[in-house]
């Protein structure tokens, strides 16, 4: 690629601490604010000025670079002018995150559902989960820090419940010295599946007993006393690289959100952040006429957000973490979401914007999870669990009339089914703990059935042998000859 390809337009990126509402320059990798320990969000203080264009110049540009060739712009960076407007195209990490699809529900699954729904299937990025997004963005700018000031060293560290940490390691093998990658994770809360990618990348991986929130109070100790580069969402930079779900969503529809609602597990509130915050930039500039309605989903063994918000008068709410328990959508089992402060900023501008209703928070059972999960792959679909637990909110928003049938429901599934198989199999076995509160439903199970045993295979000659398994098979299936 050469520069002539790569956008010209730098904006001016700052630090924004959503507590004292002071401002630091991006010289500096910044976690929290260094004066009152607040939340960051990342501001271009040009951005205005690119309304300067048309709506139709950002959607033209923005369709033309969806089939571009060129490295920097394949990925999220296509939104180059939306996201992180001061990298050079030598910076940008591309692994293949972003683009990925958007597929409809068949007929038989969105006449169940009683709406129109579409997955979009996150678990088709590299590391087969959202956080490809985030990273790609975040190690992008470790690059731009690493050139401009000739560092020669930088360990980076995230806390997981197993994705972020596929990412990071990931990403960080990729990029190679002089970065190296180190995750912490609550010691068997973590899927096989999951710990086998960073591993497998070549992390450094440590595990302590506790949960998600256990491993992020060490991470931030890290953070706040030691040279490291912290790479869960409290990097706002992870936050600019998510918000490209959102700018995909809309370009998919042609930039027509009206009559859309976006579906989203909670988790440590990262990613809804980030997609409330790229619609709010798309509406800003008038690239989309109206706001989708975005809904928040919660188990309600993990639901301090969803608690916050079930006060209707707001001057009552009031934010208090949780205890949580185990979860079978365990990547979002975090009862102190760090970007909460992000929330409610955002969601206070959605509503402003698109009124009472734009934004909600639903609670779900386990039960309603799992089961989600099995519903939507029994049509089709490659969901993870949290992928399940949109399904639940949707069912959930149906019964309590928040969602029309005229509306168009968008569900994020965060990550590829395989990595959650376990949670299948538990219930397709009826093995999980009682911690779980899940009573699998028989008529649900789906096991493998055995034709004929090794024993009978031994005493059969092969021409014995194949002739009996296949009348095994045809008395199962209850097959008529030709």
Not at 43 to 69: G, H, I, M, Q
Not at 253 to 268: E, L, Q, S
């Amino acid at each position: 690629m050469t520069n002539n390809d790569f956008p010209t337009y730098r904006g001016n990126m700052e630090y924004y601490c959503l507590g004292c509402e002071d401002r630091f320059a991006v010289g500096e990798l910044h976690y929290t604010c260094p004066k009152c320990g607040g939340v960051f969000l990342l501001e271009d203080t040009w951005f205005d000025s690119l309304a300067e264009n048309p709506p139709v110049y950002w959607k033209s540009l923005f369709d033309k670079r969806a089939s571009s060739k060129a490295t920097a712009l394949r990925g999220i960076f296509r939104f180059y002018e939306l996201m992180a407007p001061i990298l050079e195209p030598q910076d940008i990490v591309y692994l293949g995150e972003g683009n990925t699809p958007l597929i409809e529900a068949n007929a038989a699954l969105s006449k169940h559902l009683g709406v129109p729904m579409a997955f979009k299937n996150d678990g088709q990025n590299p590391s087969a989960s959202f956080k490809d997004r985030g990273m790609a963005c975040a190690f992008s700018y470790l690059k731009n820090l690493v050139r401009e000031n000739g560092w020669d060293s930088v360990l980076t560290v995230c806390a997981s419940t197993g994705d972020t940490s596929a990412a990071a390691a990931l990403y960080a093998a990729y990029v190679g010295d002089p970065i190296t990658s180190v995750v912490i994770l609550p010691q068997g809360k973590v899927t096989p599946q999951q710990l086998a990618q960073p591993l497998g990348s070549g992390a450094v991986v440590l595990e302590v007993p506790g949960v998600f929130d256990d491993c992020m109070k060490v991470v931030e100790h890290l953070a706040d006393n030691y040279r490291v580069a912290l790479l869960n969402s409290k990097n706002a930079w992870r936050i600019l690289g998510q918000e490209s779900y959102a700018f995909e969503v809309a370009q998919w529809y042609d930039w027509d959100t009206y009559r859309k609602a976006v579906f989203v597990p909670i988790g440590n509130a990262g990613n809804v952040t980030a997609i409330m915050s790229g619609f709010l930039k798309l509406q800003r500039l008038g690239v989309i006429p109206s706001l989708p309605r975005i809904f928040g989903v919660q188990s309600a063994h993990a639901d301090p957000v969803y608690r916050y918000y079930a006060a209707d008068d707001p001057a009552k709410r009031v934010f208090e973490p949780v205890s949580v328990t185990p979860s079978v959508a365990q990547a979002a089992m975090i009862g102190n979401p760090v970007s909460f402060p992000r929330v409610k900023h955002f969601a206070d501008q959605y509503e402003k914007i698109g009124g009472p209703g734009s934004f909600q928070v639903i609670q779900v059972e386990e039960q309603a999870i799992v089961e989600g999960m099995l519903l939507a792959n029994r049509h089709g679909h490659i969901s993870c669990t949290q992928g399940g637990e949109c399904v639940a909110g949707l069912i959930r928003a149906r019964e309590l009339g928040l969602i029309e049938p005229s509306e168009t429901a968008i569900l994020d599934a965060t990550a590829h089914s395989l990595k959650f198989i376990g949670f299948q199999d538990m219930y397709f076995s009826n093995t999980f703990p009682p911690e779980y509160g899940i009573t699998p439903k028989k008529e649900l199970a789906n096991l493998p059935e055995l034709m004929i045993t090794p024993e009978e295979k031994a005493r059969l000659t092969p021409e014995e042998y194949t002739v009996k398994a296949a009348q095994n098979v045809v008395a199962r299936l209850g097959l008529t000859g030709k």
